[in-house]
Nanobody
Framework: QVQLVESGGGSVKAGGSLRLSCVTSGYTYSGRCMGWFRQAPGKEREGVAVIYTGVGSTNYADSVKGRFTVSRDNAKKTVYLQMNSLNPEETAMYYC????????????????????WGQGTQVVVSS
């Protein structure tokens, strides 16, 4: 049974930072696409940042480039999202996702490509 468990969410003031973690279990972690999506109240879920666990290639939404960094620790089968310079519009539930089949080394930001999802971790950014 595949499980993705997120942690690291919380409340922060605008301009602050948070680091999210996603620990996997029961998942064929090697050479797969994993990453982070978010859903703000009243909005659709959107891709934020994804990574290919093999070579570590990454893909970011334009809105977070230069501020967010996705990384992985293969020994721990864990993916991280370092978020800097957060703004209130980024208040959302952040979800970890993983693919269920080989997609390729260039991981897409489309949620339809991902088969496994965590329960989410809430991020609140106050002004």
């Amino acid at each position: 049974q595949v499980q993705l468990v997120e942690s690291g969410g919380g409340s922060v003031k605008a301009g602050g930072s948070l680091r999210l973690s996603c620990v996997t279990s029961g998942y064929t972690y090697s050479g797969r696409c994993m990453g982070w999506f978010r859903q703000a109240p009243g909005k659709e879920r959107e891709g934020v940042a994804v990574i290919y666990t093999g070579v570590g290639s990454t893909n970011y939404a334009d809105s977070v480039k230069g501020r967010f960094t996705v990384s992985r620790d293969n020994a721990k089968k864990t993916v991280y999202l370092q978020m800097n310079s957060l703004n209130p519009e980024e208040t959302a539930m952040y979800y970890c996702a993983a693919d269920g089949k080989y997609i390729g080394v260039y991981c897409p930001l489309s949620e339809s490509e991902y088969d496994y999802w965590g329960q989410g971790t809430q991020v609140v950014v106050s002004s």
